[in-house]
């Protein structure tokens, strides 16, 4: 199995324009999840999907932010519209299982001018 | 929720020597511990975990030890190699283990040749 695979590795997008950070899970894993990694907050999870269902998205920071899984080996986080602040690198990871190690992917650094 | 606090935030040792890495945790439903290696422009890395029925895991040069009673959990590395060096971050279940996990803010770990 490839891993955890995220694309783009890399987004630069002006204040204002809309970002879609895309995520394909570890093949027969049935959590999601997407994380933030700033120097200041370190890593935070934002929301996690059990199954294709979300089940906890309280570490999302504003109405900006929204998340979907359409299907067991896809899933999308978007930013509408971002702001300088959303700068970070966003992770996705999956796991098999609760509690269980999550594996995650490379990340995509996100940069907002 | 879930505070997981982690010390030292960076740690110099020499090639060969060993590095202890602790953490504490303030919810007591916590019940899985894994520990990440993250090096520079990747995504963490599970390198160990621990579930609440253990006391101690390990793994090679890697081990784990876990005190529930006083909630602090802990990373040993011995003969350390420059390739330990990397940043490291413990982790803790949020609540029971349905939910995902809270990350420590991670230890830079410095490997002198």
């Known amino acids: 199995d490839a891993g955890v695979i995220q694309s783009p590795r890399h987004e630069v997008t002006e204040m204002g324009q809309e970002v879609t950070l895309r995520c394909k899970p570890i093949s027969g894993h049935d959590y999601l999840f997407w994380y933030r990694q700033t120097m200041m907050r370190g890593l935070e999870l934002l929301i996690y999907f059990n199954n294709n269902v979300p089940i906890d998205d309280s570490g999302m920071p504003e109405d900006r932010f929204s998340a979907k899984m359409p299907n067991a080996s896809f899933s999308t986080l978007k930013i509408q519209p971002?702001?300088?602040r959303d700068s970070a690198v966003y992770f996705c990871a999956s796991s098999l299982g609760q509690p269980g190690g999550a594996f995650f992917g490379q990340g995509t650094r996100l940069t907002v001018v | 929720?879930?505070?997981?606090?982690?010390?030292?935030?960076?740690?110099?040792?020499?090639?060969?020597?060993?590095?202890?890495?602790?953490?504490?945790?303030?919810?007591?439903?916590?019940?899985?511990?894994?520990?990440?290696?993250?090096?520079?422009?990747?995504?963490?890395?599970?390198?160990i975990d621990i579930r609440s029925n253990v006391g101690e895991?390990?793994?090679?040069?890697?081990?784990?030890?876990?005190?529930?009673?006083?909630?602090?959990?802990?990373?040993?590395?011995?003969?350390?190699?420059?390739?330990?060096?990397?940043?490291?971050f413990c982790a803790a279940?949020?609540?029971?283990?349905?939910?995902?996990?809270?990350?420590?803010?991670?230890?830079?770990?410095?490997?002198?040749?």
Do not use: M
């Not at chain 2, 997981?4 to 916590?30: F, N, R």
């Not at chain 2, 529930?68 to 420059?82: G, N, V």
């Open chain 1, 82 to 84: 971002s702001e300088p």
């Open chain 2, 93 to 113: 279940t949020i609540g029971g283990g349905a939910d995902g996990l809270t990350f420590g803010k991670g230890t830079h770990l410095i490997i002198q040749p």
């Open chain 2, 1 to 47: 929720g879930e505070n997981v606090e982690q010390h030292p935030s960076t740690l110099s040792v020499q090639e060969g020597d060993s590095a202890v890495i602790k953490c504490t945790y303030s919810d007591s439903a916590s019940n899985y511990f894994p520990w990440y290696k993250q090096e520079l422009g990747k995504g963490p890395q599970l390198i």
């Open chain 2, 57 to 88: 895991k390990k793994d090679q040069r890697i081990a784990v030890t876990l005190n529930k009673t006083a909630k602090h959990f802990s990373l040993h590395i011995t003969e350390t190699q420059p390739e330990d060096s990397a940043v490291y």
